[in-house]
């Protein structure tokens, strides 16, 4: 049966949310109404033939919404989430789901209270080019993994509104950061155990970080290193993934890229190969003979976005357990933390998250 829905900010996420539900989710998912602090933002809802709250009194206390998205700026999330709750209403946060991992908690708590469900919009588990590695580690065709490699980069050299403002949540860290945060946190079975981190706030007058990188160390031995830049002009791929028998790389959103994996080991006396470069020889770094790997093609995947939607319905319906749990989110929300707390002492930090 359709559940009724309501968005709370209609920028360019909450109108996102509007089609996306139209468009793929309408069997399941009906939106009864948006609420936005901006007039124009209301008006504009109307000219798309939506209904739009007076208030978000008005919203909170319609008693046929069952589930709110909110899509505010970040330091709304907390707040907004709770009220949400304490009017009955189940709850999609967008991410970052909360600006720490102590405003998080309380939400939890509160949603327990509540007995409403509760959970954060982690959309990137759908990329196609994420559900790539996952399904590459999951074939163990290249052996177990030691180092992957996470890079969302552009060179826009610009954070709009916001974005740029530390006391509503700005900052790369909190926006794409946690995306990668949580692909990666998803990927790998294991507690992180050290955060390192480098914040960099390249551009003039800018108070949050624009460009970052932040190193992890798993208890099961794998490390990584997620990076989200707005000032690279020079590209490197979206994903580099080193695993003990081979290597791959995906290179953009589409999932173009390689995978190479080391042949059976062989007699060729190949390693006597010397590469002479113009300020001495080689022979660790010489190029391997063909023959000695094999290239593969990357697996094929077709990830469904609405699932996450229709998973949130099951889990209201008590039909099925949430796919992005609260804990999840908590756990990226302290690796956000540690992260912070390593760039501002300049050393990495020891952990178990
Ligand atoms: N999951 C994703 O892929 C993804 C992508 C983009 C943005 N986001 C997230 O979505 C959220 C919104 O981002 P955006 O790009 O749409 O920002 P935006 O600035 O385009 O839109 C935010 C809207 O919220 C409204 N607003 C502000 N405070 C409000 C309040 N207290 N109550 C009601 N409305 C309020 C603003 O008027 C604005 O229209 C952020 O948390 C962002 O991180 C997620």
Redesign the pocket.
Known sequence: MQKQCAI?????????HSEHLAANLSDRLHLKGI????PE?RQYANQKGLFAYGS?EELLADPAVELVTI????D??KP?AEACLRAGKHVVC???VTLNAGQLQSVMATAKECGRVFTV????RWDKDFCTVKEVLAQNTLGEPYFIESRVLGSRRVLN??RGVKAE?GGML??WGV?LLDQLLWLVDSPVVEVGAHLFALMPGVEVDDNMKVFLRFANGLSALVEVATNCFVLQPRWHVSCREGSFKIDDWDCHGRMIRLAEENELAWDEVITYTAAGPTRTMAPRPRETVEELPLPQVAPDLADYYRNVCDAIDGKAELIVKPEEALRVMQVVDAAFAANERGQSVSCRI
Do not use: C, S, V, Y
């Open positions: 709370i900010g209609f920028g360019g996420m909450g109108e996102w609420w936005d602090i901006r933002r978000l899509a505010t700026p970040n709304f999330h907004l967008e991410k970052p919009h982690q959309n990137r509104g916001w949540g909190l926006d995306h």
